[in-house]
Every structure is written in C-alpha cells, then in structure tokens.
C-alpha cells in the first residue's frame, strides 16, 4: 500500500510555496503552489499532487512534471490523434502506463475503436487522478475500457501475435518503473503484436534536452519498424516547452492525407490538434534532423 | 552614462546562485548561474548578463530573458529568414531593436541584400553584446550595415514612404523603451514606408500564456495589412517554451513556395531553420487559432 510521506515543497524568497523540477543540464521550471493535496510513496514511485496558482492541478511522479489542467490536452491529444487518425482502422488499441486517464479519454472518441486496453503499473496512480483529476481520468468506465493494474513489459511480451492495431507509450521518464519500456526487446514485442497496419507512438523526451535518449529511441525503432518519424508537440510545463513523440509503423504514413471525415469529427473536440498541427508538427529544427538524421 | 547596479541574483535552497524569471500569471524559468558578467542600468533599462552553467551566456533586460547563447538560433534564424525568403526581392531591410546584433547577423547572409539598417534605442546593449556575445554580435561592421542608436518610433515616423522592403520588429516585451512598437501608429508608419512587396514580422509574446497581447497585435496588424499570419519557434528559454512571431505583409504569402536556390542556401548555414519547420511553424493550435481566429 501507499504510505503518505508529505514531506514540503520548497519555498524560495517572497515566492511562497513553489514546486521547481531541474531538469539534469538545463533549466528549472517553477509553479506557485496554493496547496498539496497528495505526497504518497507507492510501491514504485513518489506520487505528488499539487493545485498551483496558475496551472490548476499539478501532477507529479518521482519529481517529474507529468501533466498540469492548463495544458495536458497539447500531450494528450497529439500522443492519440496522430496514431489513430494515421491508422486506416484502429480497433484494438493498446496503452502502455498512461495511469492519468487522458489518454484513454481521448481515445474513446474515435468510434472505430472496439478496445481500448491500457496496461498500468501503479494502481496509485489512477486512483489519485480519478479522485482529483475527473476530467482527466474521465473514460476508466468506458465500456471499451479495459484496465489491467501490471507490469507493461511482461504484457507485451505475454501478448498474442498480431492482437493490436495501435499500441500507445504512455510512460514517464526512461528511470525507474519505466526503464523497461525503451529497450529493444519491448519495441521487438511491441512489433510482434501490432497487426498488419499497426503502428505505435511513444513519448521521447525534449528535442533540445534530451537528444541523447530520443535518439537512442530512434535508432532501436528504426532497426525494428519500417517507417520511423518524431513529431512534437508544444508542452510548456516539460523541460524546454517542445516534447518529441517517436512514431514507428508497419505501413501507414502521418504524413499522407487523412481520412476528412474521421479528422473533421476529432478535430471539433480538440483544443489543440488539428490537421495542420498533425503535419506541422513532423517539421523538426535542422539541429534535430542533423542528430537523428531524418 | 550606464550605471553599475550589481544588485544579486536570487539564490534558494541548495541550488546555489540562480537566476529565475517568473512570467506573470505563469511559470517560473531558472538557471544555474557561474557568475555575473554584467548589472548595468541604462538610460532605458536593466541589462545583464550572466554565464549560466548549461546555456552559455544569458541575456537579460530589465528582468526578462532576451538569450542564451544555447539556443539562440531558433529566434534569430526564425524572426529573419522567414520574412526574407518569403520576400520576392529583400533589398533593404530594416531592423527595429536587436541590439545583441543576433538579427542583423542572419540578414547580412542573404545575398539580395543591399542594406540593413538597423535602429536600436538603448546603445548599451550593443556595447555589452559586442564585448561579450561576438558570435552573436557578429555583423555590426558587415559593409551592409547602418547602425543607428535612437527611437524606434520616432525613425519609423521619420521614413519615406516605401523606403524598405522589410522591417523585422525584435524588441523586448511591450513595456518599458519597448510599448510604442505595439500600437496602431507604428504599425501604420511600418506599412507606409513598406514598398510594394512589402513584409513585416514583429516577435509577438507566447500563445499560450500572452494570448492578450498577441490577440491585440494581430487584431492591428489586420486593419493595416492585407496578409496577416502567425507562426512560433521552440525558444526553451521563454515563457511556455514557444514563441509568437507576427507576420503581415502587402502580397508576398510565407505559405507559398520558397525559390529553392535561395531557401536551401541559407538552409544550409542555419541549426533551426529548414524549409519544413518554415511553413510548419504556421501550424498552431486549435486553442489559438480559435482565439486569434486563423
């Protein structure tokens, strides 16, 4: 079980309370805090939960930003769109982690999909957000929902060939419960599983800030997938404010024209993507292509 | 005469000498600071400057990040080679503010251009940019350049009529020596020294947390100019980590095709700018776009 540590959050000069996370070689990003409202170990890692002065509700695991409610739909909406509205048929989809719920909620929008399964590891972590975060963690009782509480490494590798038509990366950082899921094994299970036309997105780190491992991402991907892009999406409270998702395919293109109809119908109850910010978001600074040579 | 002011940066809990903008209404952006090159009050504003542990040299006026060293590329490449490219014939070329030179340095690489004049306020900048930032600082004795230390305003009241064929608008933010290059009158006095073809850009704050100002801007800009756009560059270092640049012009459309002779030209000397992130970059979200209805 959870035990609660609620050890404080700093609190510079004049600033009151305030959460900072630094991230290793650049900058630190602060929110004012009015109160904490959750500071649990569970048995993978520190969960804390934030409301801020400026960015509603903060969430935070193991000192890392994972979403706030002024922006989560900029990472929400592009890790799901872009995957779904890519695939000619996406029925069965899976998410590895993900626990927030905002992934899920997007992707019972699209009325092709059958099955959305999200696999996730700590349990803490969707009864926190389905306590606090309602908006977010909105679709756990859809009835396409399917939620298991395990270890995503040994699903997919468990998982049955050719079961999936999206699978979706909806880790934290590539340390601690989630380390497993940027190696080459689980992106080999990861193809294995994926149908004919499958594809799969993942999160992959700051274009500026974390190169190293984004490209660590990419060359594995590329050994495994026939087609390999990263697109990013305009996340201000992650490090640098751009965030890279890594895109691997059997088959279908981003880049190729959408279906208008299924778009049209996504894009009305979005806030940020749409069909010019699906292919404007593959556009990468030079420095970037130059260092993933795409 | 600049004065010394040498006031200390903020220093918290264990972090050891840091320098923090808090962006109103907004987060907070932190560096970890070596040691401060520069405290200066000038006839205008504060100016200083900082050697940071991970971006190289940090500029700051009046407690605003202009640049560091790390990422600077991304707004300078942005704010002119959009414009430059897109203008059929970039003879002269006219810069309001950019006194670290960085604006002036991408001019002076396109071959069309015969002059670039630029008119900055405070001549201390220049100083302290020269001294510290020669890389950036890089053009001031480049055979095309005009430097003028004066009004911004008062120059852009004071021009002839369809004098340039483009004026690049790199101030700080709409306060202070800054807050007349945000109102109808300059904006006005830019479109009639404008010829023909004319274009302007002016750096126009963060979709995400200066949509009032940036809504104002383009809300201007519409009644003057028969063209009006928006595109962003990933800044890490400003607030939310994306930036606004307005674009209005008499004719020339950005979203056309770029003459590849000159587009892969400058390409190739640039680390942000290539012909996909340039008519990617006016991609932007839903939220914005249906705020500053584009």
């Not at 500071?39 to 000192?63: A, C, N, P, Y």
């Not at 910010?277 to 970037?288: C, D, E, K, N």
């Amino acid at each position: 079980m959870a035990k609660q540590v609620k050890k404080p959050v700093a609190e510079p000069n004049g600033a009151g309370l305030v959460y900072t996370e630094w991230f290793p070689g650049a900058t630190g990003l602060s929110f004012k805090v009015k109160e904490i409202l959750e500071d649990v170990q569970s048995d993978f890692q520190r969960i804390q939960l934030f409301e801020t002065e400026t960015h509603g509700k903060l969430l935070v695991m193991d000192d890392c930003v994972m979403l706030t409610e002024r922006d989560e739909t900029a990472y929400h909406e592009m890790i799901v769109h872009v995957p779904l509205l890519t695939h000619p048929h996406p029925k069965r989809v899976l998410v590895i982690g993900g626990g927030d719920g905002g992934t899920l909620r997007e992707i019972v929008r699209h009325p092709e999909v059958e099955l959305a399964r999200q696999v996730e590891i700590d349990g803490e972590v969707v009864r926190i957000c389905k306590q606090h975060l309602p908006k977010i963690a909105a679709a756990f009782d859809h009835p396409k929902v399917d939620l298991v509480i395990g270890d995503g490494v040994r699903y997919v590798r468990d998982a049955e060939d050719a079961s999936y038509d999206v699978v979706i990366v909806d880790s934290t950082d590539p340390f601690g419960p989630a380390l497993g899921l940027f190696g080459e094994e689980f992106y080999t299970n990861v193809h294995r599983i994926l149908d004919k036309d499958g594809v799969m997105v993942c999160q992959a780190e700051s274009t500026l800030y974390g190169m190293e491992m984004l490209k660590s991402i990419t060359l594995t991907l590329r050994e495994i997938f026939p087609l390999l892009r990263v697109y990013t999406s305009q996340i201000a409270v992650y490090p640098s404010g751009t965030w890279a998702f890594a895109f691997a395919s059997k088959g279908p293109d981003p880049l190729q024209a959408l279906d208008p109809t299924r778009a049209a119908e996504i894009a009305e109850g979005c806030s940020y993507w749409n069909e010019e910010i699906h292919r404007g978001s593959f556009a990468l600074p030079t420095y970037a292509r130059r260092e993933l040579d795409l």
